[in-house]
């Protein structure tokens, strides 16, 4: 079952169909469905086509398996999870549209070409074919013994077929990206052809630093208009957000060091007062009675110590103490309870798994049948060590098997089963054992064995600095004197009384339902804010105090603001495109000011606005002028007459007005063949993202999650 194995072990291969997790559903549906009529297990549609719960939870789950591999936060994925799904429905539909179809043929046949796939040799033979028979056996095997295993292959298979429907359509739709033979000799003569022009260029910075221009809010929202393909939205909502931290304070660290220097030298209440950190008879035993840290077993080294005491530790004798000292937000004693150096071992291996082990996919054997099959092999290899290789044929670990059996050189960092690890340490060079782990029954035989670095088992007692109840009760006390004073306030009074206090201030502008973190908070109180805040009930100016478990931190939230699908809030967007519209308006003004003043030259237009009159050298296909890009600019200078003053033209960094001088054509080597095949290739390379994103711009699509989530609420409360 080595493929499957392979298949199951990365799941961060599978990418594509999605789920979303709404966890709080999981209730009676059939009591939801005499609430509402909408069905609570379809969250939305693409062009008509359902998205279930059911799609939702299978493809969230996969991402926070690829999170969790990844060692990033599993919660928050919510959002990307129904954009990817949105995306497979639109590739979906456009397979179908192509005339496709997703069969059982199609899709072995053209498995061998996906990402999963396609790059790993195992899955091939010596003359490079594809292994599908063997595969399908394997599936095969994994349906009759392995019902969970199946059903995760279900899942990889879904993921799979949208990747392959998007291979196929990418594939179709790019063959037709081509360039023509008139459309490439006119490009080629864009490209070659120069205009040399004189222009004064009234640059928007240096305007408005002499000229005030506030925008509006109306200014806003009118770009927003004539962008509206740009600016579709979302549901979302516009926060004010003031965090409370309860950090420990000068009282709250003096009582820290104070208890854990008890517990060090002075001693324990539970033993009279006898026993301390320093005369215990049982480190271990007293560090898990008294400290807010495990005691570690381990031998390590002295990088994997803290930091105060790593370059102490190689001259202390057993039994030597370090501290009190400091660790970021903790205190600590650490005690050296024995050092030892950590030997390298060269061992081999045959593993004889049972049906249910990890390692045990189309094995039948049971595991009593297995410790008994083991035993033997043990007790011949022990006797006899060269018959080793004569059992690597029953061993189910098929990598080392095809090695000999070998694991080479391991330490006790290896990451090992415990169990395994055990042995490698407690046994000498020669010696053959029977060792049983999660994966089965391991013979093992030590080749060789020889010494490394030093290794430490320091025994830390540890004492978090916290913040006290009184500490906790002042942020209480804070958070609520705020948001008493900003409540029936408005946003700007919230703001201004949030830095007048020095307050950890943030604004989430577009916080959406489901993404599950907010921006610049990230604490576990966040989809619980989130909830709140997407609550029908809510309005602009709504306050909310909210406590997060287990810190003492407070939080003060206020709804500045809540978008519905459509056109983006003017707010919500300002910091996007206030510096977009200001210079609009400014081009305006400028513009304006040109035809006042019914200019006759450029030398007249460059003294009313303090500018200089500049020259540049421009072609229609590298707009560049004087290093700006600027194809406005450019295309007018190939459209006004030589020697005649253009209109002023808005470019993206200032206004323009230029004369043209002369035309000349630059004939650059290469021929039509070659140009169109290099601007073919460079339009293929574009098209795929941006024909994805026009394909969602002008879906059908209906997401009802937030609706069918507040109506769940209701019933809830």
């Known amino acids: 079952m080595a493929i499957l194995g392979q298949i199951r072990s990365k799941p961060w291969l599978l990418m594509g169909v999605i789920a979303l997790a709404l966890l709080a559903f999981l209730v009676n549906p059939d009591s939801i469905d005499k609430v509402f009529g909408k069905n609570p297990d379809v969250l939305g549609k693409v062009n008509g086509e359902k998205i279930t719960r059911e799609e939702f939870n299978d493809q969230l789950f996969v991402l926070q398996q690829q999170a969790e591999q990844q060692g990033r936060p599993k919660n928050g994925l919510e959002e990307q999870a129904w954009q990817l799904l949105v995306q497979s429905k639109l590739i979906k539909q456009q397979f179908e549209k192509l005339g496709f179809e997703m069969t059982d043929d199609y899709f072995w046949n053209q498995i061998q070409y996906d990402q999963m796939f396609a790059q790993n040799q195992q899955f091939f033979d010596e003359k490079g074919n594809f292994k599908t028979q063997d595969l399908k056996k394997e599936i095969e095997t994994l349906q009759n013994t392995n019902p969970q295993g199946y059903a995760q292959w279900l899942k990889t298979r879904k993921s799979i077929e949208y990747r392959l429907m998007a291979r196929q359509v990418f594939t179709n739709i790019s063959a037709g990206i081509t360039t023509g033979k008139k459309e490439a000799e006119e490009l080629m003569k864009e490209r070659d052809q120069l205009a040399d022009i004189d222009f004064v260029k009234v640059d928007y910075a240096a305007y408005l630093q002499k000229t005030k221009i506030n925008v ?43 208890e854990i220097t008890k517990l060090y030298s002075g001693g324990t209440d539970a033993s009279g007062g006898v026993e ?25 080294k002295p990088t994997q110590l803290p930091a105060t005491i790593q370059g102490q530790i190689a001259t202390a004798a057993v ?22 150096t950590s030997d390298s071992t060269l061992s081999r291996h045959i593993l004889i798994a049972f049906k249910g082990s990890p390692a045990g996919e189309g094995v039948a054997r049971s595991k009593e049948q297995a410790k008994k099959l083991a035993d033997s092999i043990g007790a011949i290899v022990k006797a006899t060590p060269a018959k080793f290789t ?21 330490t006790p960092e290896t990451p090992f089963v415990p169990e395994f690890l055990t042995y490698l340490a407690n046994n000498p060079k020669g010696a053959t054992g029977v060792v049983e782990t999660q994966f089965g029954y391991h ?125 983006a809030d003017p707010e919500s967007v300002r910091d996007q495109i206030e510096v977009i519209v200001k210079n609009k308006l400014a081009a305006k003004q400028i513009s304006d000011k040109i035809a006042g003043a019914k200019a006759s030259g450029l030398d007249q237009i460059a003294a ?36 005649k003053l253009s209109k002023p033209v808005e470019g993206g960094t200032g206004v323009y007005v230029l004369v043209k001088k002369s035309e ?44 069918i989530w507040n109506k769940l609420g209701n019933q809830q409360q």
């Open 390 to 410: 004569e059992f690597l044929k029953l061993s189910n670990d098929p990598n080392s098997a095809a090695q000999g059996g070998s694991l080479g050189w391991t």
């Open 664 to 707: 000349t054509v630059n004939k650059q080597p290469g021929d039509v063949k070659q140009f169109t095949e290099s601007i073919s290739q460079r339009n293929a390379g574009m098209f795929g993202q941006a024909w994805l994103k026009s394909l969602q711009d002008n879906a059908d699509i209906q997401d009802y999650r937030i609706e």
């Open 276 to 300: 301390n950190f320093q005369n215990t008879k049982n480190d271990s035993m007293f560090v898990m009675a008294n400290s807010d840290s495990p005691f570690n077993p381990q031998y390590v």
């Open 443 to 567: 013979i093992i035989n030590i080749e060789d064995k020889k010494s490394g670095s030093m290794g430490y088992k320091v025994a830390n007692l540890v004492k978090e600095i916290k913040p006290s109840d009184a500490t906790e009760a002042e942020t209480d006390k804070n958070a609520r004197k705020f948001i008493q004073q900003v409540q029936g306030k408005s946003f700007n009074d919230f703001v201004n009384i949030a830095k007048k206090g020095n307050f950890q201030f943030t604004n989430p502008k577009t916080a959406k339902r489901f993404e599950g973190q907010l921006q610049g908070l990230g604490t576990e109180k966040d989809g619980e804010i989130l909830t709140w805040a997407f609550d029908k009930k809510r309005s602009k100016g709504d306050t909310e105090l909210f406590n997060v478990d287990g810190t003492g931190d407070k939080i003060v939230v206020f709804m500045n603001g809540k978008q519905d699908a459509g056109l």
């Open 216 to 258: 509006t809010t109306e200014d806003l929202a009118n770009y927003i208009k004539q962008h509206p393909v740009m600016f579709k939205a979302e549901p979302s909502r516009n926060l004010g957000i003031v965090f409370f931290p309860s950090k420990p304070s000068a009282a709250d660290d003096a009582a820290s060091l104070k």
């Open 608 to 643: 009313l606005f303090a500018s200089t009159k500049q020259s540049a050298q421009v072609n229609l296909l590298n707009p560049s002028v004087n290093g700006a890009m600027e194809p406005k600019v450019a295309g007018a200078a190939f459209g006004v007459a030589k020697g």
């Open 319 to 340: 039994g030597q103490t370090f501290g009190p000292y400091k660790e970021q937000n903790f205190y600590v004693v650490s005690k050296l309870v024995g050092k030892k």
